[in-house]
């Protein structure tokens, strides 16, 4: 009955040093991952940081005043281009039938 516990402890030994040799790789693969993905936060935090920093410029009235000046060719209203509401009609025309039309009540049909 000794030889069989010899060779019982044999096995369990050998079962044992493979699982820490598995162990051991895995831990080693799973670190190399962790450090991947640290390194993919490190990258994203800096570009949110530089986000934030363009966000912070480009919200700046002065810089959306002058590229608005720059690039879509806008001004401040002149004194001429204000209307009230009671001079629209003046300035752009009466409505059309198709806006009466819009704006009367829809009242549904009888059979």
Do not use: C, N
């Amino acid at each position: 009955m000794s030889r069989r516990a010899f060779f019982f402890g044999l096995l369990v030994a050998a079962v044992l040093v493979f699982s820490l040799y598995r162990a051991k790789y895995g831990a080693r693969d799973t670190a190399a991952e962790l450090m991947a993905v640290e390194a993919q936060i490190e990258t994203a935090q800096k570009e949110k940081a530089v986000l934030e920093t363009e966000l912070a410029h480009m919200s700046r009235r002065d810089w959306i005043e002058e590229y608005a000046r720059k690039e879509l060719g806008m001004a401040p209203p002149k004194a001429d281009q204000m209307a009230s509401e009671d001079d629209l009609d003046a300035v752009v025309g009466p409505p059309t039938d198709g806006v009466r039309a819009a704006d009367a009540p829809q009242t549904e049909a009888t059979p």
